[in-house]
Every structure is written in C-alpha cells, then in structure tokens.
C-alpha cells in the first residue's frame, strides 16, 4: 500500500446475519443513492475544525450526485447536514425499472447451451478445488496477494485465455481476456478476489470467490466455442478487498470501462443452506484519527499534560452514547492504539481506526459529520488536537434488478435453489459496491455450511470456507452467474432490459 493510505480491517463482512425472505423477487424499500464527492481526503482539525475535501467526484460517480438535482461539487456542499439532510429525494424501489421474464432459461438458451455450461464446471470443478485450497493454504493480506496471482494468472493462461499480470501498476492486480467474433459482441466482466484477513485467513472465503471467477469464465468460454456465440469475457484479480480498496483503484485507472454494461461475482456467507440472495449492501466510511497532547510524569506532575489516551478513551465513550440515538442499520467500531506507552507516564498520542456503516452514501455522509464530532469534542475536552483522515469510501451494493432477478430464478428452477431478490440490505460492505455505481451488476451471496458463532470473519468461516461443501454450492452459483451472463451476451431484449434497469436507477 502507498504511503499514508489507510490499512483498516473492515472486510466485506463484519457480520452477516440471518436474512429472512419476503416475497420473492421483490423490491419495495425506498433508498437514496448519492456518491461520495471524494474517495479519499486527509483533514487535520484542531479541536473543531473539519476541513472538507471540495475535490470533484471520481468519473464513474458522477451520474449519481443527486443533491437537489445538483452536482455535489457545488456551493450546496456548504449547507449544514442536517439541510442537506431535508433536501434529498428518495426515489422508491418501486418506481425501478424491473421486470421478471416470464421465459425461461431453457426456452431461450437451450438445454444445450445451459449443459455445455454446467458440464464444463463440473469437469474442471476438481481443479478447481484444487486451486481453492493452495489459495486457503498460502494467506495473503491486501496487496501482498503475489501466490494467488501467480497460480490464477498460470491457471489462467493454460485455459487459452490472454493473461495481464500486475494489472495497470497494481502487483496483484491481473486480467484475463477472451474474445470470439470480433468486436460485434458485448463485454462480460468477472471478479475473483484474493486476499485474506490478517491472523485468521480466509475467514470470509476469497479462495471460492477466486474460483468462482474462473469456473464463470471458463464456462462462458466453453459456450462460446462450441456454440458459436460473439462477446468477450474479462476476468479481473482484484486484491484488497478487505482493507485498501483495490476495486476503487482500479475504477479509477479505468479497468472497468471495457466492460460496457455488465459485472459479476458471488460470495459465501453462513445461513439456511441451499440459498441464495441478491441484495444491497451497506456503504462504509474507514477513518483513522490520531489524537496529540503532552506527555507528563504521571505522580510527579500530571498537571502538566494533556492524556492523548484520555481524549482517545473520551472518543469512544462518546461514540457508545451516540448509539442509542442510531437507527438498527448503522454500524460504528473501532479500536485504539498507541506507541511507547508506560503507566507512569502519561502519554502525548493515541491512535483509533473506525469504520462507519450505512444503508447508503447519503444517510452515511450525516452519520459520518455526528461521528466527527465525537472525536472533535473528545479533543476539546482533554485540551489535545486531533488530525481525522478519511480513507476509501465504499458505497453502498446496488445490485442490478433484471440480473439479479434472473440469477436467482434460474438457480431456483434448475438447481432447487432457494433464492431471493429482495431489498432486505445485508449488514456487510464491499468494495463492489463503487462498481455497481459505474456499470450493471450483480454479487449474489450463497450460503455454505458453518459452525455455530462461525459467521464471516472469524476462524471458524474460515475453516468452512475450504470445506468440500462450500466448493460444491460455489461451483453451483457459478453455473448461474454464467448462464445470467450468457443471456447478456446473446439475448438483445434482454440486455436493453438490464440497461434500462441501471439507467433508470442512475436517473
């Protein structure tokens, strides 16, 4: 990672609940959908000042800046938070564009498609597993993911795909191509992640979530050869999923603008087995915040300090009283550090590392200014500075109607998934989400088994995650992300479908 990036261990999941299922394919829950103007900013405060970043909004958020049908760049970014707050508009969920086909996959596709498509999977699924588990045997924590490079990007290759290894200036960063019939067909993009959480491994299953990229586009080429189907499949390595926000970086350097109007990915999580779900998820804010006063002798002369610790310890109490005011879906933690501490002396600096968690960007933009403020009076209270710096935002999931809708019922019609498209947002975050802001996208999670308290995150998932099991429902989801994907490429009513679905949200 650069020099004064952030490192915070946010992950993707904090904790995934149980998500209960309402009528399936349906989506009434009113969300408002604004960007952050910045992706990143560094702000030094002294006491109460916080000093706003005015850079504009990154290229791909820009459709997307909706205050009072304003760019967020302008003068409007001055108004306090709680007159923004009173100004955005809310469109319903039921104002989407979204409609279910009532065509199936075998009417359109073919069985012959659909089982040139699974039966590839299944011949490479031993492979595949094998792939799975020397990723689960060599943990690598963001951006030092260089074994999982290495063998996808071997792996890759030997499938007759066109390998990029260290993909546009990022070491672990790689791309994977195939394409048939020119540049008549449409784009399809793939993600397989990588890297691991620090101390515990791949407690949130990124070794299946590599594979699944693969199995995806393997068996999309298989289709495309021995039907004789246009298109390109990309497959991109992104790392640092966790922490660092290799997805965002990636955006930024315009890895996704290829792939003109489609993404996909799925990803474990525990719960009822045989299920799936396409839902949103929760956008979240890292911040890191050092607090500066003076060291003392802590018998001799106490009088003479101001206990950085204390402002660190006053921070936290402050945010833990706020709670009671949070509406059920925020989420605040953090932890606090130091350096050369001792108990008789009191100590000049302290550390904490937050992240907070909203539905949206926009309702996370408000809590993030009251959780500011936690720190700011901590700092007053203690007579101590304190320097706040904002790191990689992750937006909120906006997952794509028509794809999800159609994933989840071909998985329930072909495999007797249970599935659900649903507006239920999944207590988790992920950097997908900036994605889904820039092009139609879909990141199902499917359940594996797990063991009790063993959610994502922890050693238990961990261990679940290289469970021949957890590869089997992997490979199943797989087959319907690529059959979704394979109707993007050859269906037309069904790709102005998707298009019109994201561009009427985007609007």
Request: glycine fraction near 8%; proline fraction near 6%.
């Amino acid at each position: 990672m650069g020099k004064g990036e952030l490192d915070p261990a946010m992950g993707c999941f904090r904790r995934l609940l149980g998500v209960g299922f309402g009528r399936r394919h349906s989506r009434t829950q009113s969300l408002s959908r604004t960007p952050p103007m910045s992706d990143h900013s560094t702000v030094a405060s002294s006491l109460t000042t916080l000093e706003k970043n005015e850079q504009a909004p990154p290229y791909y958020a820009t459709h997307a800046c909706t205050f009072c049908g304003r760019n967020r760049s302008s003068s409007e970014d001055t108004l306090p938070i709680q007159s923004k707050r009173q100004r955005v508009t809310v469109p319903p969920y039921s104002t989407r564009a979204s409609s279910v086909n009532a065509e199936n996959f075998h009417d359109f596709l073919g069985q012959d498609i659909l089982k040139t498509i699974e039966a590839r999977i299944d011949s490479l699924s031993p492979e595949l597993r094998e792939l799975s588990l020397d990723i689960w045997e060599h943990p690598e924590v963001a951006y030092e993911e260089r074994h999982a490079h290495d063998v996808l990007t071997k792996f890759m290759s030997s499938q007759g795909f066109t390998v990029t290894p260290h993909y546009l200036g990022l070491e672990t960063a790689w791309k994977a191509i195939y394409s048939r019939g020119g540049k008549n067909g449409r784009v399809i993009g793939i993600n397989s992640e990588m890297d691991a959480l620090p101390g515990i491994g791949h407690a949130c299953g990124h070794n299946l979530i590599a594979v699944s990229g693969v199995a995806v586009a393997v068996a999309l080429k298989a289709a495309m050869e021995t039907h004789d189907i246009s298109g390109t499949i990309i497959l991109l390595g992104t790392p640092a999923e966790e922490h660092g926000g290799g997805k965002i970086k990636l955006l930024e350097r315009g890895a996704y603008k290829e792939m003109n109007y489609r993404y996909v990915r799925s990803h474990p999580s525990p719960g009822p087995a045989n299920t799936a779900l396409v839902a949103p998820w929760l956008a979240l804010q890292p911040l890191e915040v050092e607090f500066f006063g003076h060291g003392a002798h802590a018998a001799y002369s106490p009088w003479e300090a101001q206990n950085a610790l204390d402002a660190a310890f006053l921070a936290y109490s402050n945010v833990s009283v706020l709670r009671q005011q949070l509406k059920p879906t925020y989420r605040v933690h953090g932890i606090v550090s130091g350096k050369d501490w001792e108990p008789n002396i009191i100590p000049d600096y302290a550390k904490m590392r937050w992240i907070i968690r909203a539905p949206t960007w926009a309702e996370l933009e408000g809590l993030r200014a009251r959780i500011t403020n936690c720190f700011e009076a901590a700092a007053l209270a203690t007579s101590c500075k304190c320097k706040i710096i904002l790191g990689d935002g992750y937006y909120d999931v906006r997952e794509n109607d028509v794809l999800g809708e159609e994933f989840c019922k071909f998985i329930e019609e072909q495999f007797g998934m249970n599935a659900d498209s649903s507006s239920q947002t999944i207590p988790a975050s992920t950097d997908f989400g900036n994605v889904t802001y820039a092009l139609p996208c879909i990141t199902p999670t499917y359940n594996i088994p797990t063991k009790p308290n063993g959610s994502n995150h922890t050693p238990q998932f961990a261990e679940s995650a290289k469970d021949p099991a957890a590869h089997k429902v992997a490979m199943t989801a797989s087959k319907g992300l690529a059959a979704t994907a394979l109707r993007v490429l050859q269906d037309e009513e069904f790709y102005q479908r998707v298009v019109k679905s994201f561009e009427g949200e985007r609007a």
